[in-house]
């Protein structure tokens, strides 16, 4: 199933990988701003001789059309970077952008895809069907998916791959397990709306700070008393807007939040609920309330099937003890959108070394990887699609 000739090129190609993720690293871009780095990645699809288009305003398609019929698998990897403020000042590639950096592993992504690329191109004659090469703007906003989507970048596809490179776990070690791996993320925001007044007259008030705390300590119990404990969901205030002087009684309160779950219907139960438990809390008080329910990304399930070749593929490309379990996590992966479109899998490839302190958590401006693990994702991007199609003739 391991295609030596794949194994060779990627190792042939581990100095430029690093190159191309540490330039990628210092020229961050953030959600739907990837303009370099969209022009990058097409120059570099030209070097190598494969067709590619644009999305709109940025991303690109592109087509490794095999040697044989067969069908088509696709291969994502995001770009973007976020609005954090590197803290790694000592190193070489930094990011040259104040406030932005990579700080989720999305340059190695990128860098992957694109050598992954360069070793299934010499290997395309033999293969029996195409590989669609993704590369995601906007996963950080969960927009670049679906925009990817409705421009066509499934169209086609019988099955997709991605992966995320992943700090928790030791490097080279390959996570990717069938069912829930990254839950639904949704957004809420409640707007209270009571009485204002003298801070000295609270009884001819309606006080929207009391109103909004009581809403914060009780609607924890939406997940804590109304959900079977067996269903994993968590339910965060991040955010409380509440009142505008210290001798003034609040007018208004504005919550936000984030829900995040595996099952579709807990995902309804919560969304009802926090509506329910919003009018009740407002109602005992004399104030009003407006739920706002936004769905971010679905649920990340991988498919049985896809997600038992992806370890077969590991174990073949790495050895037996490549494999590690990580538990599936609450955070989000815009990756579902494409899982609408097609079967699927997801996999997570560590690149967490004590002794180069790339255990730092994602999202913080400390993060970063260890480079070994590059080639272990570019290979492991590169042998699933020609497992895929040599599989399915």
């Known amino acids: 199933m391991i295609h030596q000739k794949i194994k060779d090129a990627i190792q042939t190609y581990s100095e430029e990988l690093i190159d191309i993720r540490r330039k990628l690293h210092s020229e961050p871009e953030v959600s739907w701003e990837e303009e370099q780095t969209t022009r990058f990645v097409c120059e570099y699809l030209e070097t190598l001789g494969v067709p590619y288009r644009r999305t709109e305003p940025t991303g690109v398609i592109a087509t490794i059309e095999g040697g044989k019929p067969g069908k088509t698998v696709a291969l994502r990897g995001d770009m973007d970077a976020l609005s954090v403020e590197e803290l790694n000042s000592d190193l070489p590639y930094a990011s040259k952008e104040e406030g932005k950096m990579h700080a989720c592993g999305h340059d190695a992504h990128t860098a992957m895809l694109l050598i992954a690329a360069k070793a299934l191109v010499e290997v395309k004659d033999d293969l029996p069907g195409n590989v669609r090469l993704l590369f995601q703007p906007a996963e950080e906003v969960a927009e670049g998916a679906k925009a990817m989507v409705k421009q066509g970048a499934m169209d086609g596809v019988d099955n997709v791959f991605g992966i995320h490179i992943w ?33 000295a007259m609270p009884h001819a008030c309606v006080d929207a700070a009391i109103v909004a705390s009581s ?56 969304e009802t609920q926090l509506q329910h438990y919003a009018e009740q809390v407002a109602a005992i008080y004399g104030a009003t309330a407006k739920v706002e329910y936004i769905r971010g990304t679905q649920a990340v399930i991988n498919d049985e099937y896809s997600a038992q070749l992806v370890q077969k593929v590991a174990v073949e490309a790495f050895g037996e003890d490549v494999i590690f379990n990580e538990e599936p996590t609450m955070g989000g992966e815009d990756f579902s959108f494409f899982l609408d479109e097609a079967p699927g899998s997801f996999a997570l490839v560590g690149s967490g070394n004590p002794e ?5 958590a994602h999202h913080h401006g400390k993060f970063n990887i260890d480079e070994d693990a590059l080639a272990t994702g570019a290979e492991l991007y590169a042998q699933y699609a020609w497992s895929y199609l040599m599989s399915s003739k």
Do not use: Y
């Open 167 to 199: 700090s928790q776990m030791p490097t080279h070690k390959v996570s990717c397990t069938p069912g829930p791996s990254f839950a639904s993320a949704d957004l809420f925001k409640v707007t209270f709306k009571g009485k204002g007044g003298h801070g």
């Open 215 to 270: 809403f914060v300590m009780n609607v924890q119990t939406v997940v804590s008393r109304t959900i079977d404990a067996k269903s994993p969901a968590v339910l965060t205030v991040g955010k409380m807007v509440v009142g505008t002087r210290f001798n003034v009684i609040a007018e208004n309160a504005v919550i936000e939040g984030t829900v995040r779950c595996f099952h579709p219907e807990t995902r309804d139960h919560i």
């Open 356 to 360: 180069k302190d790339t255990e730092w």
